[in-house]
Protein backbone atom coordinates (compact mmCIF):
# COMPACT_ATOMS: atom_id res chain seq x y z
CA UNK A 1 0.00 0.00 0.00
CA UNK A 2 2.97 2.54 1.15
CA UNK A 3 4.52 1.52 -2.64
CA UNK A 4 1.40 2.11 -4.13
CA UNK A 5 0.59 5.57 -2.34
CA UNK A 6 4.53 6.83 -3.24
CA UNK A 7 4.44 5.93 -6.56
CA UNK A 8 1.32 7.89 -7.25
CA UNK A 9 2.30 11.50 -8.81
CA UNK A 10 0.24 13.99 -6.54
CA UNK A 11 -0.10 16.07 -9.64
CA UNK A 12 -1.86 14.51 -12.87
CA UNK A 13 -1.27 15.83 -16.00
CA UNK A 14 -2.48 14.58 -19.14
CA UNK A 15 -2.67 15.64 -22.79
CA UNK A 16 -4.46 13.48 -26.06
CA UNK A 17 -3.48 14.64 -29.63
CA UNK A 18 -4.19 14.07 -33.56
CA UNK A 19 -1.37 11.64 -33.15
CA UNK A 20 -3.42 9.61 -31.51
CA UNK A 21 -1.90 9.11 -28.20
CA UNK A 22 -2.34 10.18 -24.75
CA UNK A 23 0.75 11.04 -22.60
CA UNK A 24 1.10 11.79 -18.63
CA UNK A 25 3.56 13.96 -17.72
CA UNK A 26 5.81 15.16 -14.46
CA UNK A 27 4.06 18.66 -13.98
CA UNK A 28 7.52 20.19 -12.63
CA UNK A 29 10.10 18.88 -14.81
CA UNK A 30 8.09 17.91 -18.18
CA UNK A 31 9.19 15.06 -18.40
CA UNK A 32 6.74 12.56 -20.33
CA UNK A 33 6.30 9.10 -18.41
CA UNK A 34 3.55 7.54 -20.25
CA UNK A 35 2.14 7.34 -23.19
CA UNK A 36 -1.12 5.50 -24.75
CA UNK A 37 -1.64 4.71 -27.92
CA UNK A 38 -4.93 5.93 -29.41
CA UNK A 39 -5.19 4.20 -33.22
CA UNK A 40 -9.09 4.07 -33.10
CA UNK A 41 -9.85 7.84 -33.38
CA UNK A 42 -8.64 11.42 -31.76
CA UNK A 43 -9.45 12.12 -28.65
CA UNK A 44 -11.52 15.51 -28.35
CA UNK A 45 -11.78 15.37 -24.29
CA UNK A 46 -10.25 14.10 -21.02
CA UNK A 47 -10.73 14.56 -17.72
CA UNK A 48 -9.26 12.46 -14.65
CA UNK A 49 -11.99 11.75 -11.62
CA UNK A 50 -12.20 13.29 -8.45
CA UNK A 51 -10.15 10.08 -6.61
CA UNK A 52 -7.12 10.81 -9.19
CA UNK A 53 -7.77 6.53 -9.86
CA UNK A 54 -9.02 7.30 -13.82
CA UNK A 55 -8.80 8.77 -17.18
CA UNK A 56 -11.88 9.20 -18.88
CA UNK A 57 -10.48 9.75 -23.12
CA UNK A 58 -13.93 10.90 -25.10
CA UNK A 59 -13.02 9.54 -28.86
CA UNK A 60 -15.21 8.25 -31.41
CA UNK A 61 -17.44 7.37 -30.63
CA UNK A 62 -16.59 5.21 -27.61
CA UNK A 63 -15.41 6.58 -23.92
CA UNK A 64 -12.31 4.52 -22.70
CA UNK A 65 -11.39 4.95 -18.95
CA UNK A 66 -7.87 4.03 -18.19
CA UNK A 67 -6.20 3.15 -14.74
CA UNK A 68 -3.91 6.50 -13.94
CA UNK A 69 -1.69 4.23 -11.93
CA UNK A 70 -1.22 1.55 -14.19
CA UNK A 71 1.38 1.11 -17.00
CA UNK A 72 -0.84 -0.84 -19.04
CA UNK A 73 -2.02 0.69 -22.51
CA UNK A 74 -5.93 -1.12 -22.64
CA UNK A 75 -8.96 0.70 -21.20
CA UNK A 76 -9.97 -0.77 -17.72
CA UNK A 77 -13.26 0.15 -19.11
CA UNK A 78 -15.07 1.23 -22.16
CA UNK A 79 -18.80 3.36 -22.73
CA UNK A 80 -20.21 2.39 -26.06
CA UNK A 81 -24.12 3.58 -26.94
CA UNK A 82 -22.73 7.25 -28.35
CA UNK A 83 -22.71 7.12 -32.63
CA UNK A 84 -20.49 10.35 -32.73
CA UNK A 85 -17.71 12.45 -31.24
CA UNK A 86 -17.88 12.86 -27.67
CA UNK A 87 -16.94 16.48 -27.03
CA UNK A 88 -17.47 16.46 -23.30
CA UNK A 89 -16.99 14.38 -20.68
CA UNK A 90 -17.39 14.90 -16.69
CA UNK A 91 -17.86 13.64 -13.12
CA UNK A 92 -19.87 13.61 -10.90
CA UNK A 93 -18.06 15.47 -7.47
CA UNK A 94 -17.64 11.63 -5.44
CA UNK A 95 -17.07 10.30 -8.93
CA UNK A 96 -20.64 7.72 -8.48
CA UNK A 97 -20.91 8.57 -11.94
CA UNK A 98 -19.82 10.10 -15.81
CA UNK A 99 -21.70 12.63 -18.05
CA UNK A 100 -21.18 12.95 -21.46
CA UNK A 101 -22.06 15.47 -24.67
CA UNK A 102 -22.15 14.00 -28.24
CA UNK A 103 -22.04 14.94 -31.90
CA UNK A 104 -24.86 12.73 -32.06
CA UNK A 105 -26.92 15.03 -30.52
CA UNK A 106 -27.72 13.03 -26.76
CA UNK A 107 -26.25 14.21 -23.99
CA UNK A 108 -25.83 10.51 -21.71
CA UNK A 109 -25.32 9.42 -17.47
CA UNK A 110 -23.42 6.29 -17.09
CA UNK A 111 -23.42 4.65 -13.80
CA UNK A 112 -19.23 3.98 -13.40
CA UNK A 113 -19.29 0.60 -12.39
CA UNK A 114 -21.59 -0.85 -15.09
CA UNK A 115 -21.25 -0.74 -18.87
CA UNK A 116 -24.03 0.69 -19.83
CA UNK A 117 -25.46 4.00 -20.48
CA UNK A 118 -28.37 5.25 -17.31
CA UNK A 119 -30.01 7.85 -18.87
CA UNK A 120 -29.97 9.82 -22.45
CA UNK A 121 -31.85 13.08 -23.40
CA UNK A 122 -32.00 14.59 -27.09
CA UNK A 123 -30.54 17.93 -27.78
CA UNK A 124 -31.58 17.49 -31.21
CA UNK A 125 -28.47 19.21 -32.42
CA UNK A 126 -24.52 18.53 -31.95
CA UNK A 127 -23.23 18.73 -28.50
CA UNK A 128 -20.35 20.94 -28.25
CA UNK A 129 -19.96 21.37 -24.43
CA UNK A 130 -21.89 19.91 -21.08
CA UNK A 131 -21.06 20.80 -17.63
CA UNK A 132 -22.33 19.94 -14.13
CA UNK A 133 -23.87 22.41 -11.91
CA UNK A 134 -22.12 22.02 -8.20
CA UNK A 135 -25.62 21.36 -6.99
CA UNK A 136 -25.02 17.95 -8.74
CA UNK A 137 -28.54 17.63 -10.20
CA UNK A 138 -28.29 20.16 -12.91
CA UNK A 139 -26.16 19.33 -16.46
CA UNK A 140 -26.16 22.50 -18.42
CA UNK A 141 -25.70 21.64 -22.81
CA UNK A 142 -24.67 23.60 -25.49
CA UNK A 143 -24.78 22.58 -29.00
CA UNK A 144 -23.85 23.47 -32.52
CA UNK A 145 -27.06 25.09 -33.19
CA UNK A 146 -26.61 27.81 -30.24
CA UNK A 147 -28.70 25.95 -28.04
CA UNK A 148 -28.47 25.71 -24.16
CA UNK A 149 -30.44 23.77 -22.65
CA UNK A 150 -30.60 22.82 -18.72
CA UNK A 151 -31.10 19.23 -17.82
CA UNK A 152 -32.99 18.86 -13.97
CA UNK A 153 -31.65 15.40 -13.29
CA UNK A 154 -34.19 14.98 -10.32
CA UNK A 155 -37.40 15.37 -12.81
CA UNK A 156 -35.59 13.90 -15.52
CA UNK A 157 -36.54 16.61 -18.14
CA UNK A 158 -35.13 19.83 -19.79
CA UNK A 159 -35.92 22.66 -17.62
CA UNK A 160 -34.76 25.63 -19.36
CA UNK A 161 -33.51 26.04 -22.98
CA UNK A 162 -31.64 29.28 -24.35
CA UNK A 163 -30.32 30.66 -27.42
CA UNK A 164 -28.13 33.90 -26.88
CA UNK A 165 -27.08 33.94 -30.90
CA UNK A 166 -29.56 32.20 -33.37
CA UNK A 167 -27.87 30.15 -35.37
CA UNK A 168 -24.19 30.87 -33.66
CA UNK A 169 -22.46 27.67 -32.30
CA UNK A 170 -22.01 27.50 -28.53
CA UNK A 171 -18.79 25.71 -28.21
CA UNK A 172 -17.78 25.90 -24.43
CA UNK A 173 -19.68 26.07 -21.21
CA UNK A 174 -18.11 27.15 -17.49
CA UNK A 175 -20.16 27.28 -14.41
CA UNK A 176 -18.61 29.31 -11.27
CA UNK A 177 -17.50 27.15 -8.07
CA UNK A 178 -20.58 28.30 -6.10
CA UNK A 179 -23.21 28.19 -9.18
CA UNK A 180 -23.65 31.59 -9.04
CA UNK A 181 -22.23 32.18 -13.13
CA UNK A 182 -22.66 30.54 -16.11
CA UNK A 183 -20.48 31.41 -19.16
CA UNK A 184 -21.48 31.01 -22.77
CA UNK A 185 -18.97 31.31 -25.12
CA UNK A 186 -19.44 30.70 -29.52
CA UNK A 187 -17.63 30.40 -32.54
CA UNK A 188 -18.05 33.91 -33.03
CA UNK A 189 -15.46 34.97 -30.30
CA UNK A 190 -18.17 36.37 -28.13
CA UNK A 191 -18.85 35.43 -24.22
CA UNK A 192 -22.43 35.76 -23.00
CA UNK A 193 -22.22 35.75 -18.84
CA UNK A 194 -25.69 35.25 -17.29
CA UNK A 195 -26.09 35.09 -13.33
CA UNK A 196 -27.67 32.18 -11.88
CA UNK A 197 -30.67 32.83 -10.00
CA UNK A 198 -32.42 29.91 -8.28
CA UNK A 199 -36.62 30.08 -9.11
CA UNK A 200 -38.97 28.53 -6.52
CA UNK A 201 -38.73 25.05 -8.40
CA UNK A 202 -35.77 23.74 -8.57
CA UNK A 203 -35.29 25.29 -11.99
CA UNK A 204 -32.05 27.26 -12.71
CA UNK A 205 -33.02 31.01 -14.01
CA UNK A 206 -30.54 32.73 -16.25
CA UNK A 207 -30.03 36.63 -15.35
CA UNK A 208 -28.22 38.04 -18.25
CA UNK A 209 -25.18 39.90 -17.11
CA UNK A 210 -22.36 40.59 -19.77
CA UNK A 211 -21.74 40.17 -23.50
CA UNK A 212 -17.92 40.74 -23.68
CA UNK A 213 -16.34 40.39 -27.02
CA UNK A 214 -13.31 38.56 -25.93
CA UNK A 215 -11.68 37.14 -29.55
CA UNK A 216 -11.71 38.20 -33.13
CA UNK A 217 -11.77 34.19 -33.99
CA UNK A 218 -13.50 31.27 -32.14
CA UNK A 219 -13.11 30.58 -28.42
CA UNK A 220 -12.76 27.11 -28.22
CA UNK A 221 -12.45 26.78 -23.87
CA UNK A 222 -13.90 29.10 -21.72
CA UNK A 223 -13.06 28.26 -18.00
CA UNK A 224 -14.01 30.16 -14.91
CA UNK A 225 -11.58 29.92 -11.84
CA UNK A 226 -12.00 27.46 -8.99
CA UNK A 227 -12.83 28.02 -5.34
CA UNK A 228 -9.38 28.46 -3.64
CA UNK A 229 -7.93 30.67 -5.71
CA UNK A 230 -10.56 33.20 -3.74
CA UNK A 231 -11.16 35.84 -3.70
CA UNK A 232 -9.75 36.69 -7.11
CA UNK A 233 -12.29 35.39 -10.00
CA UNK A 234 -10.82 34.99 -13.10
CA UNK A 235 -12.49 33.71 -16.83
CA UNK A 236 -9.58 32.14 -18.99
CA UNK A 237 -10.84 32.09 -22.56
CA UNK A 238 -8.77 30.17 -25.03
CA UNK A 239 -8.89 30.98 -28.74
CA UNK A 240 -8.00 29.98 -32.39
CA UNK A 241 -6.07 33.40 -32.25
CA UNK A 242 -3.25 31.41 -30.38
CA UNK A 243 -3.84 32.84 -27.70
CA UNK A 244 -5.92 32.76 -24.01
CA UNK A 245 -7.29 35.58 -22.61
CA UNK A 246 -7.54 35.92 -18.21
CA UNK A 247 -10.72 38.30 -17.88
CA UNK A 248 -10.99 39.73 -14.06
CA UNK A 249 -14.31 38.66 -13.56
CA UNK A 250 -16.05 41.81 -11.21
CA UNK A 251 -16.31 43.98 -14.67
CA UNK A 252 -14.92 41.35 -17.20
CA UNK A 253 -11.89 43.99 -17.32
CA UNK A 254 -8.79 42.00 -19.34
CA UNK A 255 -5.93 41.07 -16.94
CA UNK A 256 -3.47 39.63 -19.20
CA UNK A 257 -2.57 37.70 -22.60
CA UNK A 258 -0.83 35.01 -22.76
CA UNK A 259 1.08 35.19 -25.37
CA UNK A 260 3.53 31.85 -26.46
CA UNK A 261 1.31 29.16 -28.46
CA UNK A 262 2.04 29.78 -32.19
CA UNK A 263 -1.40 28.26 -33.29
CA UNK A 264 -4.82 27.26 -32.09
CA UNK A 265 -5.42 27.08 -28.17
CA UNK A 266 -8.07 24.37 -27.89
CA UNK A 267 -7.66 23.52 -24.07
CA UNK A 268 -7.16 24.93 -20.62
CA UNK A 269 -7.56 23.68 -17.19
CA UNK A 270 -6.75 25.73 -14.03
CA UNK A 271 -4.55 24.13 -10.99
CA UNK A 272 -6.28 23.81 -7.86
CA UNK A 273 -5.37 27.33 -6.42
CA UNK A 274 -5.99 29.18 -9.65
CA UNK A 275 -2.19 30.24 -9.60
CA UNK A 276 -1.20 28.03 -12.75
CA UNK A 277 -3.28 27.78 -15.98
CA UNK A 278 -2.36 24.44 -18.43
CA UNK A 279 -3.05 25.01 -22.25
CA UNK A 280 -3.10 22.57 -24.92
CA UNK A 281 -2.60 24.02 -28.70
CA UNK A 282 -2.09 22.92 -32.23
CA UNK A 283 1.48 24.01 -32.42
CA UNK A 284 1.68 20.43 -30.72
CA UNK A 285 2.64 21.58 -27.11
CA UNK A 286 1.33 21.79 -23.70
CA UNK A 287 1.86 24.92 -21.57
CA UNK A 288 1.90 25.55 -18.11
CA UNK A 289 1.71 29.03 -17.47
CA UNK A 290 1.57 31.31 -14.00
CA UNK A 291 -1.04 33.26 -13.21
CA UNK A 292 0.69 35.83 -11.43
CA UNK A 293 3.28 36.95 -14.21
CA UNK A 294 1.18 35.57 -17.06
CA UNK A 295 4.42 33.66 -18.35
CA UNK A 296 4.71 30.17 -19.75
CA UNK A 297 6.91 28.32 -17.12
CA UNK A 298 6.86 25.21 -18.92
CA UNK A 299 6.34 23.41 -22.40
CA UNK A 300 5.40 19.73 -22.50
CA UNK A 301 7.15 18.60 -25.86
CA UNK A 302 6.37 15.26 -27.36
CA UNK A 303 3.03 14.94 -29.01
CA UNK A 304 3.71 15.24 -33.25
CA UNK A 305 0.41 16.47 -33.96
CA UNK A 306 -2.14 19.10 -33.00
CA UNK A 307 -2.37 18.75 -28.72
CA UNK A 308 -6.36 19.26 -28.59
CA UNK A 309 -7.21 18.23 -24.26
CA UNK A 310 -5.61 19.01 -21.64
CA UNK A 311 -6.53 17.34 -17.80
CA UNK A 312 -4.74 18.18 -14.83
CA UNK A 313 -5.95 17.13 -10.91
CA UNK A 314 -3.08 18.75 -8.32
CA UNK A 315 -6.07 18.65 -5.63
CA UNK A 316 -7.20 16.13 -2.49
CA UNK A 317 -8.28 13.14 -3.64
CA UNK A 318 -12.04 13.45 -3.13
CA UNK A 319 -14.33 9.99 -3.07
CA UNK A 320 -17.96 9.07 -2.02
CA UNK A 321 -18.17 7.26 1.52
Not at 206 to 228: T, V, W
Not at 283 to 297: F, K, N, P, V, Y
Request: glycine fraction near 6%; charged fraction near 20%; include cysteine.
Amino acid sequence: MIEQVMTQPSVILATASYDHTIRFWEAKSGRCYRTIQYPESQVNRLEITPDKRFLAAAGNPHIRLFDVNSTSPQPVMSYDSHTNNVMAVGFQCDGKWMYSGSEDGTVKIWDLRAPGCQREYESRAAVNTVVLHPNQTELISGDQNGNIRVWDLTANSCSCELVPEVDTAVRSLTVMWDGSLVVAANNKGTCYVWRLLRGTQTMTNFEPLHKLQAHDGYILKCLLSPEFCEPQRYLATASSDSTVKIWNVDGFTLEKTLVGHQRWVWDCVFSVDGAYLITASSDTTARLWSMSTGEDIRVYQGHHKATVCCALHDGAETSGA
